[in-house]
């Protein structure tokens, strides 16, 4: 079994088409694990059916018994994150803004104070219409521990990938460098890397590089409107080569592409585009590349 992990430096370069687009040249053969979980959207592109779903518990958070307070007012005033206020007359706490650290409870003369576990989320699996599952998730709003879930998500999908006996994981990343996309990129086989010729683009596709780096993993990299910007799409080709980064693509500008996307479908639905050529050459050599590791 490989892992193939697709993340971006920015987000908006395509990477979760391009994503998408591999599961679909894929077919039954690979798991799909959309791990961009504060920002889903592989559902809008690969149609699931949310056939299992369950509540994700990370963190805690003070909650204030109101019938064992006695509005000392202590926890408020040792709050360093004003997150417990006493604006409705009875001492209460804001979840947005509360750390979880329990210094609050610790100094509760009257132990009205306890540390909950937070439902920060969901995670689903699904089927979905390329003929295999799907594991994705749901961050709620304000949420934290991303990476958490994102460690969720892939073990799931390993799971589901081990027990069908199936030879992929395909793997829809965060943008950018923070810890969904070090969670992300926990166990993968090799990585490609989703940028596009700007300036912002280049900048970016070379810090998420160096995170890649420290975890010694086998990358390539897909430069997206690569027609648009020659001289940056050169640049790109020069930063790849001297860095060992293997160049698997360039996708042509096509107004397909946004097409595609309105209609909630990949691009590699659409045979009369230059992109679905050039992206199924791609994943023939991708699985090549991962065979020969």
């Not at 149609?47 to 408020?76: H, L, N, R, T």
């Not at 979880?100 to 979905?128: F, L, R, T």
Request: glycine share 8%; net charge negative; aromatic share 6%.
């Amino acid at each position: 079994m490989k892992e193939i992990v697709i993340i971006s430096g920015k987000g908006g370069t395509g990477k979760t088409s391009i994503t998408a687009s591999f599961a679909m040249l894929a077919g039954s053969d690979a798991i799909i694990a959309d791990c961009d979980v504060d920002a889903a959207d592989m559902h809008l592109l690969l149609k699931p059916d949310w056939f299992m779903q369950d509540d994700f518990y990370s963190g805690v958070a003070a909650e204030i018994d109101p019938e064992k307070c006695i509005k000392c007012g202590k926890c408020e005033q040792v709050c360093r994150f004003e997150a417990i206020n006493h604006e409705t007359g009875q001492y209460e706490v804001s979840n947005l803004n509360c750390e979880g650290c329990g210094y609050c409870g610790h100094i509760c003369p009257a132990g009205a104070i306890s540390m909950v576990e937070q439902n920060v989320g969901k995670w689903y699996v699904s089927d979905i219409k390329t003929g295999a599952k799907m594991v994705h998730a749901g961050l709620k709003i304000g949420a934290d521990n991303s990476g958490k879930l994102v460690a969720k998500v892939k073990r799931e999908a390993k799971a589901i990938a081990t027990l069908e006996n199936k030879p992929y994981i395909i793997v829809d990343g965060s943008p950018g460098i923070g810890c969904p996309v070090v969670s992300s990129l926990s166990g993968a086989d090799f990585v490609v890397f989703v940028t596009e010729p700007t300036v912002s683009g280049i900048h970016d596709l070379e810090r998420v590089y160096q995170l890649v780096e420290k975890f010694r993993i086998p990358s390539g990299c897909i430069i997206n409107k690569a027609d648009l910007n020659e001289q940056v799409s050169a640049e790109i080709k020069l930063f790849l080569t001297n860095n060992g980064i293997q160049h698997l693509a360039d996708l042509p500008y096509d107004e397909s592409f946004t097409k595609a996307m309105t209609n909630g479908q990949t691009i590699v639905e659409y045979p009369d585009s230059p992109i679905t050529g050039v992206l199924t050459i791609c994943w023939t050599d991708l699985k090549l590349i991962l065979e020969k590791q």
